[in-house]
């Protein structure tokens, strides 16, 4: 059994900031990428960022030079960093990882969501 765990989100006015971070628990060997999603009302899930085993990341077009994704390997902890917040960030953000276990299989594991709302 894994976890994720999100938060950090909340109601920022645009231009502001906010930290999201997402903690893993569980038994597991170890954790391959770990990412960040949104959803905002009436849209599909969309990759925001990710960052991979070393130090590989990826970012959407749209949050590119506004978002920065880390880790601490050590707390099994993945964050975002997010300025120059937009009103079209707004939606609800899903941490995501992919487990690696010794005995099994893979597994993609989901947090339950933290939401972000930016708004005057």
């Known amino acids: 059994q894994v976890q994720l765990v999100e938060s950090g989100g909340g109601l920022v006015q645009p231009g502001g900031s906010l930290r999201l971070s997402c903690a893993a628990s569980?038994?597991?060997?170890?954790?391959?990428?770990m990412g960040w999603y949104r959803q905002a009302p009436g849209k599909e899930r969309e990759l925001v960022a990710v960052?991979?085993?070393?130090?590989?990341?990826d970012y959407a077009d749209s949050v590119k030079g506004r978002f920065t994704i880390s880790r601490d390997n050590a707390k099994n902890t993945v964050y975002l960093q997010m300025n120059s917040l937009k009103p079209e960030d707004t939606a609800v953000y899903y941490c995501?990882?992919?487990?690696?276990?010794?005995?099994?299989?893979?597994?993609?594991?989901w947090g339950q969501g933290t939401l972000v709302t930016v708004s005057s």
């Open positions: 995501n990882g992919r487990f690696i276990f010794e005995t099994r299989p893979s597994l993609d594991a």
């Open positions: 569980g038994r597991f060997f170890s954790i391959n990428s």
């Open positions: 960052i991979r085993a070393g130090i590989n990341t």
